[in-house]
């Protein structure tokens, strides 16, 4: 299995130390239980929707069979409003299909950010309001794309099991999303 991931810095591994404690290491862990899996992470801190589309303009032309893209708290952080968001996420998912012949996508919803405890009220408020609305978006694109599956992120966010900068997945999180991105990308 030839695995495509693109992401911000959540999927670049950013709170954890070693690619094989975060989202990369831990998702070709849960999927190569029965077959080989390669993969290709494409990620970066900061990453939006608008620079992960340069980033794919930049990869060079290859072939993978599924893709996972965890993109959206640096959208709903710097203000981007929710048509540009859709507008770019829709590109995304038309140049994984038409530039490298991706037919099985997963999208990660948007981390309840109203819970990151890095974040002081009432800016935890209002950023958690907005990546909710965020995640709707993503869950209703994904249901009109047809082969491509939300996978949201509602689980429990205890400080304990986030990094040490209150903001990033710690080991255990990033373990519990592979776990149901492998899941929704081996149904």
Known sequence: MRLLILGDSSAAGVGVLHQRDALAGRLAAHLSHDRAVSWTLVAKSGATTATALAMLADLPEDRFDMAVVALGVNDTKNG???H????????ILNTLETRFGIMRICVSGLPPM???????????????????????RL???ADAWGNVTHVPLDFPMDVSMMASDGFHPGPQVYDAWAARLAAALTR
């Open 80 to 82: 981007v409003s929710e």
């Open 84 to 91: 540009v968001w859709c507008k770019n996420y829709a590109a």
């Open 114 to 136: 109203g819970h990151f405890p890095l974040l002081p009220r009432p800016l935890r408020t209002v950023l958690g309001r907005r990546a909710d609305r965020f995640d709707r």
């Open 139 to 141: 869950r209703e694109l």
